[in-house]
């Protein structure tokens, strides 16, 4: 039997940050990425504001505090898709490239919006990890759910959720089977064409569609069984206590002066 | 006749005991053509634990699926009385509780806690009263202190126990289990037998695991092609080598 964990984010512990509500979680963590987003280019001082505030909620969390920033690089190739705003804002000319025919020049002011998207994706994909290192997936999926998310777009991130692994299983197996019989004589060049071996892998991805498709039939057919009728129902086990309240407070707060920092210093 | 006469015969004649399932003559094939039942006709009483055995492709889950017009096909199904029709299926669905052979389609909640209560939740129960019956649910199958696991944390016998008791939350008139054996190692499918004995329920259970058949059902049904082919007293057809031969059982 495999076990494949690949959402295991949550990180069981006893915090001021894991006890608080979920509810309140989610609208803390929308709203700090909504204060980053909103922070001008060149803002370095919010900025650092800000990644103490992260690093806070890390260290609250008893995550440790360099947990989140470790765990912040995957995203790192995705924001350097961002690296185009260094030619591609107006600015004093740092460096020129002669690529062909085209010059390309790269400025000041592009450097600097390139690095202010890289901090803002970075502190929110932070702040991100450590919602999700707090929060469990029934507790986020229960705080989405109250918090007015559409009820068929909490229920598919519930069943990814819940069939992922399951899935992952499977592949794992079906990688497995084709590995037991790859095999080679010891004399002969085998293996397979580029080609035939690219057709087998398709047909893996295939049986692999084809089977979940099937299994959406049978949990469908269970849901069936047991009464369901259209409409997911859940009961409300939630409730904001103080110091969810405080917790909504002491964010608000602290985003505002962020936010007061930001903007007060322009760049340039 | 005269009016005390029939009065007389009324009072006479023995109230029926009910019956949890009446199947009469039912038929069904699947929309690619493959015709899957050929008239099975089955009566269970109140309280009978019924094995169902039959090689695969005999027909045993798409008959299970006919019990709460899952599949729908020709014939007359009753559960306790109620016929099954498109417009008693919300009743009948609370009066057959159905457990698929893998429980991961069975449990598709992300807490244990929601998948027991997803079917008294749907039944319209108060929320307190479907705390109460995952509770007790929860404690009949001894898994009370699962409450809040994630199913995907669970072992296979595990996640079989929280299975059967995501439909006893719904206390089901009849009991239908797809094999419920398959899979377990010996000392998750010991429980298990443990657990089908002390379950006062009626229970309808499809199974190759004979050996469970002779411990725990007194009475067995064979289906073979889509049709009952035997059914009688589980000592009497464990006995019958030829009959046990010609639908490829084997005597435990």
């Keep these: 039997m495999m076990h494949t964990h690949l959402l295991d984010r949550y990180r069981e512990a006893q915090s001021v940050i894991h006890r608080l509500d979920p509810r309140v979680k989610v609208v803390v963590t929308l709203l700090f990425i909504v204060s980053t987003a909103l922070l001008p280019d060149g803002a370095w001082f919010a900025f650092a504001l800000s990644f103490i505030l992260v690093l806070s909620c890390s260290f609250l969390a008893r995550l440790g505090v360099t947990f989140a920033l470790r765990r912040s690089f995957v995203v790192l190739p995705f924001a350097l898709a961002a690296i185009t705003a260094i030619i591609a804002v107006p600015g004093r000319p740092l460096f020129m490239w002669q690529i062909g025919g085209t010059t390309i020049i790269g400025t000041d002011a592009g450097v600097v919006r390139f690095l202010s998207i890289l901090a803002r994706s970075w502190l929110s994909v932070q702040m991100a990890i450590v919602l999700t290192a707090t929060t469990n997936v029934p507790d986020l999926l229960h705080a989405l759910r109250h918090l007015r998310v559409p009820e068929v777009l909490v229920a598919i991130v519930g069943f990814m959720l819940r069939y992922l692994s399951v899935l992952a299983d499977e592949a794992a197996r079906l990688l497995r089977a084709r590995e037991a019989r790859s095999a080679l004589l010891a004399n002969r060049r085998g293996g397979g064409s580029p080609g035939w071996r690219a057709r087998v892998a398709g047909y893996m991805a295939g049986q692999l569609f084809l089977r979940s498709?099937?299994?959406?039939d049978r949990v469908y057919n269970a849901m069936l069984a047991r009464g369901f009728a259209g409409r997911f129902l859940a009961i409300n086990p939630h409730l904001m206590r103080e110091h969810d309240w405080w917790a909504l407070a002491v964010t608000v707060v602290a985003l505002t002066v962020v936010q007061l920092a930001g903007q007060g210093f322009p760049p340039g | 006749?005269?009016?005390?006469?029939?009065?007389?015969?009324l009072r006479?004649?023995?109230?029926?005991?009910?019956?949890s399932l009446v199947a009469d003559?039912?038929?069904f094939a699947y929309p690619d053509g493959h015709v899957a039942l050929r008239g099975v006709t089955l009566r269970i009483a109140r309280g009978e634990k019924v094995a169902l055995v039959g090689p695969n492709g005999a027909g045993k889950s798409t008959f299970m699926l006919q019990l709460n017009g899952i599949l729908e096909g020709r014939g007359r199904i009753e559960i306790a009385g109620l016929p099954v029709t498109k417009r008693t299926l919300p009743q009948v669905r609370a009066r057959v509780g159905l457990v698929f052979q893998n429980p991961d389609d069975q449990l598709f909640s992300p807490t244990v806690f929601?998948?027991?209560?997803f079917g008294p939740l749907h039944m319209g129960l108060p929320a307190d009263e479907v705390r109460a019956r995952v509770d007790r649910a929860l404690d009949l199958v001894s898994m009370a202190a699962y409450h809040d696991r994630q199913p995907f944390h669970l072992s296979m016998g595990e996640k079989k126990r929280i299975a059967i008791a995501t439909v006893l939350a719904m206390m089901p008139e009849i009991l239908v289990l797809d094999e419920p054996s398959a899979g377990l190692d010996p000392r998750a499918r010991r429980g298990l037998i443990h657990l089908l004995r002390s379950l006062p329920l009626t229970m309808l259970v499809s199974t190759h695991d004979l050996a469970m058949v002779r411990e725990l059902f007194d009475r067995m049904v064979i289906m073979d092609e889509g049709r009952i082919v035997a059914d009688g007293q589980t000592d009497a057809l464990l006995a019958d080598r030829a009959l046990l031969d010609a639908h490829g059982l084997e005597a435990p």
Excluded: K
């Design chain 1, 213 to 216: 498709y099937e299994r959406s």
């Design chain 2, 1 to 9: 006749m005269h009016p005390d006469t029939i009065a007389t015969n």
């Design chain 2, 12 to 19: 006479a004649s023995p109230t029926p005991e009910p019956l």
């Design chain 2, 25 to 27: 003559d039912v038929h």
């Design chain 2, 114 to 117: 929601e998948d027991v209560a």
